[in-house]
């Protein structure tokens, strides 16, 4: 696809600032906001940005990168994360992780816990976790190798027959009220068993997840023991 003056100039805003809303687009653009939406709606069918509630952020953000990729996209923001996370941890702690590329970062920091065991939906965290020699156990479910991570039905009865300790899940948005927003539906749908389940809730957001609003909510902050937003 060949990109006009107008949707390149979006593309480089979008890369300077991370995400824009709908509004700041047509003014920086000097175009009507439907003019906006149709061009977000185009690229987004492209793969080159990733559309939110009234705007839109830059592809390194979330899924178009898979998470190989993204664990080094903000990495120091993110290790800042999982030392902030460390307060949670345990010896003998049953560990859920979401495939996320922050929770990754978590997981340098059990090899300090004794008898801890860690389930997942992620292959990426087994590999990383059989390095260190830390017991996991995969979910089942159906593959997707993008995120190298598992999800659907099977995924989800064997997390509807766990109680964690600790759930370790991050997010792609924060709304203003207080809602937990995720992209990817199949994600949402083991998370939300998992914070129904878990005896202790975290998640992990650097500070531009704030003020977003995606098409799916896990949770809302007061369901969970905390938000840590750095």
Do not use: W
């Given at each position: 696809?060949?990109?006009?003056?107008?949707?390149?100039?979006?593309?480089?805003?979008?890369?300077?600032?991370?995400?824009?809303?709908?509004?700041?687009?047509?003014?920086?653009?000097?175009?009507?906001?439907?003019?906006?939406?149709?061009?977000?709606?185009?690229?987004?069918?492209?793969?080159?940005?990733?559309?939110?509630?009234?705007?839109?952020?830059?592809?390194?953000?979330?899924?178009?990168?898979?998470?190989?990729?993204?664990?080094?996209?903000?990495?120091?923001?993110?290790?800042?994360?999982?030392?902030?996370?460390?307060?949670?941890?345990?010896?003998?702690?049953?560990?859920?992780?979401?495939?996320?590329?922050?929770?990754?970062?978590?997981?340098?920091?059990?090899k300090k816990y004794k008898g801890v065991r860690v389930i997942t939906n992620s292959i990426q965290f087994?590999?990383?976790?059989?390095?260190?020699?830390?017991?996991?156990?995969?979910?089942?479910?159906?593959?997707?190798?993008?995120?190298?991570?598992?999800?659907?039905?099977?995924?989800?009865?064997?997390?509807?027959?766990?109680?964690?300790?600790?759930?370790?899940?991050?997010?792609?948005?924060?709304?203003?009220?207080?809602?937990?927003?995720?992209?990817?539906?199949?994600?949402?749908?083991?998370?939300?068993?998992?914070?129904?389940?878990?005896?202790?809730?975290?998640?992990?957001?650097?500070?531009?997840?704030?003020?977003?609003?995606?098409p799916h909510t896990v949770c809302r902050r007061e369901d969970v023991a905390e938000v840590i937003v750095l």
């Amino acid at each position: 696809m060949k990109l006009n003056d107008r949707q390149n100039e979006l593309l480089s805003i979008l890369q300077k600032r991370e995400r824009a809303s709908v509004g700041f687009l047509a003014k920086a653009l000097f175009v009507s906001e439907m003019t906006v939406r149709r061009d977000l709606a185009l690229l987004e069918k492209e793969g080159l940005l990733r559309r939110y509630h009234g705007g839109a952020v830059a592809p390194e953000e979330y899924i178009e990168y898979p998470i190989g990729v993204r664990m080094h996209v903000k990495e120091k923001e993110k290790r800042a994360l999982a030392d902030a996370a460390e307060k949670y941890l345990a010896d003998g702690q049953l560990i859920y992780m979401s495939n996320s590329s922050t929770a990754a970062h978590v997981i340098p920091l059990l090899k300090k816990y004794k008898g801890v065991r860690v389930i997942t939906n992620s292959i990426q965290f087994l590999l990383m976790l059989s390095r260190l020699s830390i017991p996991c156990t995969l979910t089942g479910g159906e593959y997707m190798e993008r995120e190298r991570c598992l999800y659907g039905t099977v995924a989800l009865e064997t997390l509807s027959r766990v109680n964690p300790d600790l759930a370790i899940l991050s997010c792609d948005g924060i709304t203003p009220d207080g809602r937990i927003t995720a992209i990817d539906e199949h994600v949402t749908a083991l998370e939300r068993v998992v914070v129904k389940n878990a005896k202790t809730v975290i998640v992990l957001a650097d500070r531009s997840k704030e003020g977003s609003q995606f098409p799916h909510t896990v949770c809302r902050r007061e369901d969970v023991a905390e938000v840590i937003v750095l």
